[in-house]
């Protein structure tokens, strides 16, 4: 026979792999109604579980609009009309442009951001990505999961506008508490802060707008205590004056307030925000927060008329705002942060002088909420990713989907993620069950005996788990995503615009690096869970013993006939955690706060894993509560290797990582 001769490759030919298909993450029985039920098991279901469980577990059975929202979201998610727009946003960073063609300030227009960012934020004011937890009349569910999952499902391809949406978020939450307040000194206030309400909450592009959140200054990142902006209240002269100079609206046609602000904030995220928060001091001494509006109306208040003959809005310029200078950061790139000075800005105060911190809190929740559960959903998309990698990877003339050592890794990469994720969304359960009625929205459900029924016993359990969340969920997604990336070999390193951007891990991995820092560092949430402790007001003076750890054993009792050993596990850890409490002066409390975070996490996430593989009972989710708790243990724990063999095993974790079809459990037989 002749031998054929070798051919070289080129750059178009040569060896190419079945490129991966990223599915959706989340896909919805009740959305495929119509279209066949062999279509919806054809589909295999959602290629991200844990959404199924989470939605299983803390909405009843008839939340249909919710299930068919998630659904179409996650499928918008990977529209390749809308990935342009966040490759478009990856790829064009914001510009500054601080000055008008001859030198003089340009107080008009000097931050650029892309079409693509413009866009993205557009998409998520249209599905509602904030807005659906305000809307008050859905009263059957839990509206706070709602939103999350949405966020869960969105904020990858989202390219950082989830930083403005949560900030969005909890500036809603704040303003929603003084909307009837009374007005006092600053006569129009309520007017102000409804018409800022509406528009935060709103799902029209045209009028919703987000919020920035300024309180970072030089002396130090999450310690406020030297905050050096000043606020001080107008005379009426000077009320008058700027009302002369037609200073006296803002933007939409609202009353500018009656205080100036003047200062210098170091970091400021979400900057082409059209109002924000911060904090200043007062002559009382303390700290007040303030709302402010970006913009203000200039000259005589009168609408001009465009080339098309339509009325066009007033003219406006910054409301005493000056961007320094943008952030040169390492990964949000899409995201204007900026450092902004402060000169003449005018505000209003919300709530009392002196209680800024008290009332800054209410925006700290929610965005310390976000950006744990934020984590989860990068960490849930780099799986993804990785799941549709090893179905077409070949290595060795096979794929790495059938490479026992490579399903063990992702396997327990999984197992981790199902743990963060859970402990995220229990967060975001107990935040709706704060804002919501427990026996309209979670007495008809599963999670009916994990979230407490007393609202002052779920405010203490949540204030001291929300701080553990957030620091130890966005440290795992991060090791976690560098897991993903490491998956992918090479091609996990590259900055993969290509296609959407849909496998650029390296992207999402360099925008969560900022969570484990952002809205406190794990030491400053170390400390917040010490005062949490040692705090007298919270649970009956012993917040401890009396909500957390009461709140544990009612939650593991109902577990106790199924995870005998686990619970055992979770016990001795909520022993270990005590004993260090129990005695301990408040600096040797935190010495060991790291230590403190990492006995919580255990109980937390172990608890609702077990919970959840409880009340749904489904052989996957046993395994996973199984191996995550057996891995908290204190104690060396193996499990017993006649328990199932080697082979046995990785068909297991074939489950876990890629889920289970007929053809993959063929294959995974033949090992």
């Known amino acids: 026979m002749t031998q054929r001769p070798l051919e070289a490759s080129?750059?178009?030919?040569?060896?190419?792999?079945?490129?991966?298909?990223?599915?959706?993450?989340?896909?919805?029985?009740?959305?495929?109604?119509?279209?066949?039920?062999?279509?919806?098991?054809?589909?295999?279901?959602?290629?991200?579980?844990?959404?199924?469980?989470?939605?299983?577990?803390?909405?009843?059975?008839?939340?249909?609009?919710?299930?068919?929202?998630?659904?179409?979201?996650?499928?918008?998610?990977?529209?390749?009309?809308?990935l342009v727009h966040a490759t478009d946003a990856e790829t064009n960073h914001p510009v500054l442009r601080p000055l008008s063609t001859f030198g003089e300030e340009n107080k008009n227009d000097p931050l650029w951001t892309t079409t693509g960012w413009q866009r993205l934020k557009e998409?998520?004011?249209?599905?509602?990505?904030?807005?659906v937890a305000y809307d008050k009349s859905k009263t059957t569910y839990n509206r706070r999961i709602y939103e999350f999952v949405l966020s869960h499902l969105?904020?990858?391809?989202?390219?950082?506008?989830?930083?403005?949406?949560?900030?969005?978020d909890g500036a809603a939450t704040l303003l929603g508490r003084h909307l009837d307040a009374p007005e006092g000194h600053q006569p129009g206030r309520a007017k102000v802060f409804q018409e800022a309400y509406k528009r935060l909450t709103s799902r029209d592009p045209k009028l919703a707008w987000t919020s920035g959140q300024w309180?970072?200054?030089?002396t130090g990142g999450s310690d406020v205590s030297g905050t050096e902006t000043v606020a001080n209240r107008m005379s009426s002269e000077e009320i008058e004056a700027d009302a002369k100079a037609g200073r006296s609206l803002d933007a939409v046609g609202t009353p500018l307030g009656p205080w100036k602000i003047n200062g210098f904030k170091w970091f400021s995220s979400a900057t082409d925000s059209e109002m924000a928060v911060l904090l200043a001091k007062t002559s009382k001494g303390g700290l007040s927060a303030f709302y402010i509006p970006v913009r203000r109306q200039v000259g005589a208040n009168t609408p001009t008329v465009n080339i098309i003959n339509e009325e066009a809005p007033p003219r406006t310029e910054l409301n005493g705002v000056r961007t320094q200078r943008l952030k040169n950061k390492l990964g949000t790139k899409?995201?204007?942060?900026?450092?902004?000075?402060?000169?003449?800005?005018?505000?209003?105060?919300?709530?009392?002088?002196?209680?800024?911190?008290?009332?800054?809190?209410?925006?700290?929740?929610?965005?310390?909420?976000?950006?744990?559960?934020?984590?989860?959903?990068?960490?849930?998309?780099?799986?993804?990713?990785?799941?549709?990698?090893?179905?077409?990877?070949?290595?060795?003339?096979?794929?790495?989907?059938?490479?026992?050592?490579?399903?063990r890794w992702m396997a327990d990469e999984t197992v981790k993620y199902w743990a963060a994720a859970h402990f995220g969304f229990l967060g975001v359960a107990l935040q709706g069950s704060l804002e919501q009625d427990w026996n309209?929205?979670?007495?008809?459900?599963?999670?009916?005996?994990?979230?407490?029924?007393?609202?002052?016993?779920?405010?203490?359990?949540?204030?001291l788990i929300l701080p553990v969340m957030k620091a130890q969920v966005s440290v795992a997604s991060v090791h976690g995503l560098r897991q993903c990336m490491e998956c992918l070999g090479g091609v996990g390193y590259c900055e993969n615009n290509g296609d959407g951007g849909l496998m650029n891990i390296a992207k999402i991995y360099r925008d969560n690096l900022v969570n484990p820092i952002w809205e406190?560092?794990?030491?400053?949430?170390?400390?917040?869970?010490?005062?949490?402790?040692l705090d007298k007001r919270l649970g009956s003076g012993d917040v401890l013993n009396n909500v957390f750890a009461a709140w544990v054993r009612s939650v593991l009792a109902s577990c106790a006939s199924t995870f005998k050993a686990e619970v055992a596990i979770l016990e001795a850890r909520l022993q270990a955690l005590s004993s260090i409490v129990s005695g301990a002066t408040k600096d040797e409390l935190l010495y060991r706060g790291r230590e403190l975070l990492e006995h919580i996490e255990a109980i937390v996430s172990g608890a609702a894993l077990l919970?959840?593989?409880?009340?749904?009972?489904?052989?996957?989710?046993?395994?996973?509560?199984?191996?995550?708790?057996?891995?908290?243990?204190?104690?060396?724990?193996?499990?017993?290797?006649?328990?199932?063999?080697?082979?046995?095993?990785?068909?297991?974790?074939?489950?876990?990582?890629?889920?289970?079809?007929?053809?993959e459990s063929q294959k995974a037989s033949k090992l």
């Open 154 to 168: 969105w904020s990858s391809t989202g390219t950082m506008t989830g930083c403005p949406m949560s900030m969005t």
């Open 440 to 463: 309209q929205m979670a007495a008809n459900t599963k999670a009916a005996k994990l979230i407490p029924q007393e609202k002052a016993q779920v405010a203490a359990l949540l204030r």
């Open 334 to 407: 899409s995201l204007p942060t900026a450092e902004l000075e402060l000169k003449g800005t005018r505000g209003y105060l919300i709530g009392e002088e002196g209680q800024g911190v008290k009332e800054i809190s209410a925006i700290l929740n929610i965005t310390r909420l976000s950006t744990g559960a934020g984590s989860a959903a990068n960490w849930g998309r780099g799986l993804a990713i990785a799941r549709a990698y090893s179905k077409v990877r070949k290595v060795r003339g096979g794929l790495l989907q059938d490479n026992p050592v490579h399903l």
């Open 611 to 663: 919970y959840d593989a409880t009340v749904n009972p489904d052989s996957i989710a046993h395994e996973i509560a199984v191996r995550w708790v057996q891995s908290k243990s204190l104690t060396a724990q193996t499990v017993p290797e006649s328990r199932r063999d080697w082979k046995s095993t990785v068909r297991v974790d074939r489950e876990i990582f890629l889920g289970s079809s007929e053809a």
């Open 123 to 131: 998409i998520g004011y249209a599905e509602g990505v904030v807005a």
């Open 520 to 533: 406190g560092t794990v030491s400053v949430m170390a400390e917040d869970v010490v005062r949490v402790l």
């Open 215 to 218: 309180m970072t200054e030089r």
């Open 10 to 82: 080129s750059s178009t030919s040569g060896f190419f792999q079945a490129l991966p298909v990223l599915p959706p993450q989340y896909t919805s029985r009740d959305a495929l109604t119509g279209q066949g039920q062999a279509q919806h098991e054809s589909n295999g279901g959602s290629d991200d579980r844990v959404i199924d469980r989470v939605l299983s577990l803390y909405l009843p059975s008839d939340a249909t609009e919710v299930s068919k929202h998630a659904h179409h979201i996650a499928r918008v998610s990977l529209d390749p009309a809308v």
